[in-house]
C-alpha cells in the first residue's frame, strides 16, 4: 500500500502548492475593488483597527477558497488510494445523455462479495464530513444508490472525517429501507472498508502532514496580513471608517 499512498500523495503536494500561490496572491485590490469584505458586517461588528480588518479579510480569503478545493483534492486522493476512477471519465459520458454511472465521485471496478451479494464493482459518493449532509443529499444518494444496484455496483455515501454521521442521514436512509451499517461509512469506517484496518487513518494523517510541513500556511498568512496592513495604511492612515466607505 506504500507505492499506492505515495502516489496519492501528488494530490496533497498540488494542493499545498495551490495554498502558497493563493496567500501570495492576495492583494488590496481583491479587499477595496472586488468586494473582498462586506462593510455593512465590519460596521456592525465595531472592528475598528485597519490590522484586524486585514487579518479577517486573508483568514476568510484564504477559508473560503481552499475549502472547495480541499474537498476536491481528498476526493481526488482517496480515488488514487482505492485505484477507482471517476465516474464522469467513464467513456458514456462523453455524450448527451448521462448514465447512472455519471454521478458517482468513485467507481472501483473490482468484483467483490457483500452480505452474501456479489457485485462487479464499487461506487462512492464522496462527503467532507457529518455538516455536509442534509435530508435531500441523502436523497439523492438513495435514488442514485437503486440505480447502481440495478447495474450490479454496491453503493456507499462515505464522510472522510467524523465520528458519525448526523442522525437526519441515517434517519432518511432508514425510511427508504437501507440499512445505514451497509450504505454509510465515517471516518476510519472508510478504511476498515477499503484497506482492511481502521488504524490506516492514522497513517494517512501522518504522510499528509509530512507533505504539509513543506510550508508554514500561518507564517505566510502573517506576512500576508502585513503587507495588506501596511498597504492600507498608505491610502487610509488609522482610519477604518474611510476605508468601509471605499468599500462601495
Given at each position: 500500500m506504500?507505492s499506492?499512498?505515495e502516489?496519492a500523495?501528488?494530490?496533497?503536494r498540488?494542493?499545498?502548492?495551490k495554498?502558497?500561490?493563493?496567500?501570495?496572491g492576495?492583494?488590496?485590490?481583491?479587499?477595496?475593488?472586488?468586494?473582498?469584505l462586506?462593510?455593512y458586517?465590519?460596521?456592525?461588528?465595531?472592528?475598528?483597527?485597519?490590522?484586524?480588518?486585514?487579518?479577517?479579510?486573508?483568514?476568510?480569503?484564504?477559508?473560503?477558497?481552499?475549502?472547495?478545493?480541499?474537498?476536491?483534492?481528498?476526493e481526488?486522493f482517496?480515488?488514487?488510494l482505492?485505484?477507482?476512477?471517476k465516474?464522469?471519465?467513464?467513456?458514456?459520458?462523453?455524450?448527451?445523455?448521462?448514465?447512472w454511472?455519471?454521478?458517482w465521485?468513485i467507481?472501483?471496478?473490482?468484483?467483490?462479495?457483500?452480505?452474501?451479494?456479489?457485485?462487479?464493482?464499487?461506487?462512492?459518493?464522496?462527503?467532507?464530513?457529518?455538516?455536509?449532509?442534509?435530508?435531500?443529499?441523502?436523497?439523492?444518494?438513495?435514488?442514485?444508490?437503486?440505480?447502481?444496484?440495478e447495474a450490479g455496483?454496491?453503493?456507499?455515501?462515505v464522510?472522510?472525517?467524523g465520528?458519525?454521521?448526523?442522525?437526519?442521514?441515517?434517519?432518511?436512509?432508514?425510511?427508504?429501507?437501507?440499512?445505514?451499517?451497509?450504505y454509510?461509512?465515517?471516518?476510519?469506517?472508510?478504511?476498515?472498508?477499503?484497506?482492511?484496518?481502521?488504524?490506516y487513518?492514522?497513517?494517512?494523517i501522518?504522510?499528509?502532514r509530512?507533505?504539509g510541513?513543506?510550508?508554514?500556511v500561518?507564517?505566510?498568512?502573517?506576512?500576508?496580513v502585513?503587507?495588506?496592513?501596511d498597504?492600507?495604511?498608505k491610502?487610509?492612515?488609522?482610519?477604518?471608517?474611510?476605508?468601509?466607505?471605499?468599500l462601495?
Amino acid at each position: 500500500m506504500g507505492s499506492v499512498l505515495e502516489q496519492a500523495l501528488r494530490h496533497i503536494r498540488d494542493f499545498i502548492k495551490k495554498v502558497h500561490t493563493l496567500i501570495e496572491g492576495i492583494s488590496v485590490r481583491d479587499l477595496i475593488e472586488e468586494g473582498g469584505l462586506n462593510p455593512y458586517m465590519i460596521a456592525t461588528l465595531n472592528i475598528s483597527s485597519i490590522e484586524d480588518i486585514a487579518e479577517l479579510f486573508v483568514y476568510k480569503r484564504v477559508e473560503r477558497s481552499l475549502g472547495t478545493s480541499f474537498g476536491n483534492t481528498i476526493e481526488a486522493f482517496l480515488r488514487d488510494l482505492l485505484r477507482g476512477r471517476k465516474g464522469k471519465d467513464d467513456p458514456r459520458c462523453k455524450g448527451k445523455s448521462k448514465p447512472w454511472i455519471c454521478w458517482w465521485d468513485i467507481v472501483v471496478d473490482s468484483p467483490i462479495e457483500k452480505n452474501g451479494k456479489k457485485y462487479k464493482g464499487v461506487v462512492l459518493s464522496i462527503k467532507s464530513g457529518p455538516a455536509d449532509v442534509d435530508k435531500d443529499i441523502v436523497e439523492m444518494f438513495i435514488q442514485r444508490a437503486r440505480e447502481a444496484e440495478e447495474a450490479g455496483y454496491k453503493p456507499y455515501l462515505v464522510l472522510t472525517y467524523g465520528k458519525k454521521a448526523f442522525t437526519v442521514a441515517e434517519s432518511t436512509l432508514r425510511s427508504r429501507n437501507l440499512d445505514p451499517k451497509k450504505y454509510l461509512l465515517v471516518g476510519r469506517e472508510f478504511f476498515r472498508e477499503f484497506l482492511g484496518s481502521p488504524d490506516y487513518y492514522e497513517e494517512v494523517i501522518d504522510a499528509m502532514r509530512g507533505v504539509g510541513a513543506m510550508i508554514n500556511v500561518l507564517d505566510l498568512m502573517e506576512k500576508k496580513v502585513k503587507e495588506l496592513t501596511d498597504e492600507l495604511r498608505k491610502r487610509y492612515g488609522d482610519d477604518v471608517s474611510k476605508l468601509l466607505k471605499d468599500l462601495s
